[in-house]
């Protein structure tokens, strides 16, 4: 059976360091769509519009609901549709690496908190600690799942 990681919220650079860290923890590869779309954005055009953009996002999401045993690293706004999060949420284990504050807040309307398999609360933790609670909730939520 394949099962992704995907590690999603917060900005791509602390996002990334995190999915990466999970990746080499697990002996996992490690993909960041934020940079394979802004490469299919860029290889197609150097101004293309909006919806341009949200089609190269849905055609990477959709690419990478084909790989398997991958920690894959993901701006929430590629969650803005929706078609998005049930493509990658059929994947694997849904991590949302949650902020305090109006941007979370938003977040939940857009359907992060309902494919969210595990939910870290990231406001004062550091890296280390942010990497440590995706590991132990990786490890909780396999408990859980063996129980059922």
Not at 36 to 49: F, Q, S
Not at 118 to 139: M, N, P, Q, W
């Amino acid at each position: 059976m394949r099962t992704n990681l995907v590690i999603y919220g917060i900005r791509e650079p602390y996002r990334a360091a995190i999915a990466k860290a999970v990746g080499d923890r697990l002996d996992m590869p490690f993909c960041c769509l934020d940079g394979l779309i802004r490469y299919e954005a860029e290889r197609y055009t150097l101004e293309y519009a909006a919806q341009d953009y949200k089609n190269i996002e849905s055609r990477v999401v959709r690419q990478a609901s084909s790989y398997a045993d991958v920690v894959i690293s993901l701006n929430s706004v590629a969650f803005e549709q929706p078609h998005n999060i049930d493509t990658l949420a059929n994947t694997g284990v849904m991590i949302w690496l949650k902020c305090a504050g109006p941007i979370a807040d938003a977040g939940c309307h857009h359907g992060f908190r309902s494919c969210a398999d595990i939910i870290i609360e990231i406001d004062e933790l550091s890296h280390e600690e942010t990497f440590e609670a995706v590991i132990e909730g990786l490890r909780k939520h396999e408990e859980e799942r063996v129980v059922r």
